[in-house]
């Protein structure tokens, strides 16, 4: 299994990023709130990894530290919960904000995150209750407000047409439909935001 990746960060593309592990270029999937926590492209990052085979494809998961990469081992151990749907779990609220969630059994905080229903939040709830009391002393994860830098990837010039349209893939890719997806990115566009500022915002809308 590949539990840690070192390397160059070479592309930033919500959720999806490729790290340069000597000439080899790894394709990772990542939560937004790790995503935010990138450094600019160019510069060496450090992800911890979860690998996934399946008949199809051998995907790759990355997350900021040990911590989220353990809450994602667990929810994808939940009956109906695949990969896909606890990287937009962890995407719509922090692993404390979902810890929280659980504890407090607050279903309605649950459902408003893509591809959850009542009766899956609740089921949630039951199966993983018990299961993710050994993180309940965790700390919140702190996720630091992105500067300019890292949202424009070092060195580029935001397009305000290629910002929304790649918050509206981002979305997408984590679960949300095309037309909701467009709405929570109207919602809280203003002049001048960048794509990962506005992941960020549409994500808190849809909560």
Do not use: C, W
């Not at 939940?78 to 922090?94: D, H, Q, R, Y």
């Not at 089921?123 to 009391?133: C, F, G, S, T």
């Not at 979305?171 to 919602?187: F, M, N, T």
Request: glycine share 8%; hydrophobic share 45%.
């Amino acid at each position: 299994m590949i539990g840690r990746i070192r390397g160059t960060l070479v592309e930033k593309q919500p959720p999806e990023i490729l790290v340069d592990v000597a000439g080899v270029g790894y394709e990772i999937h990542m939560p937004m709130t790790s995503f935010y926590q990138l450094p600019a492209v160019g510069e060496e990052v450090v992800v911890y990894t979860h690998f996934v085979v399946r008949e199809d494809a051998q995907l790759l998961f990355g997350f900021a530290d040990k911590l989220e990469r353990g809450l994602f081992r667990e929810l994808i151990k939940a009956n109906g919960v695949g990969p896909k749907l606890g990287l937009a779990i962890l995407s719509g609220m922090s692993a404390s904000q979902f810890l929280a969630s659980v504890q407090n059994e607050d279903v309605s905080a649950l459902v408003s995150l893509p591809g959850i229903g009542r009766k899956t939040a609740e089921r949630l709830v039951v199966e993983l209750k018990d299961r993710l009391a050994k993180f309940g002393k965790m700390q919140s994860i702190a996720v630091p407000p992105p500067s300019s830098d890292l949202l424009s990837g070092g060195n580029t010039i935001v397009n305000v047409n290629s910002a929304r349209e790649e918050a509206q893939s981002a979305l997408i890719a984590l679960g949300y439909k095309p037309a909701q997806a467009s709405k929570l990115v109207d919602s809280v566009y203003t002049d001048g935001m960048e794509s990962e500022s506005l992941i960020r915002e549409a994500l808190k809308a849809a909560l």
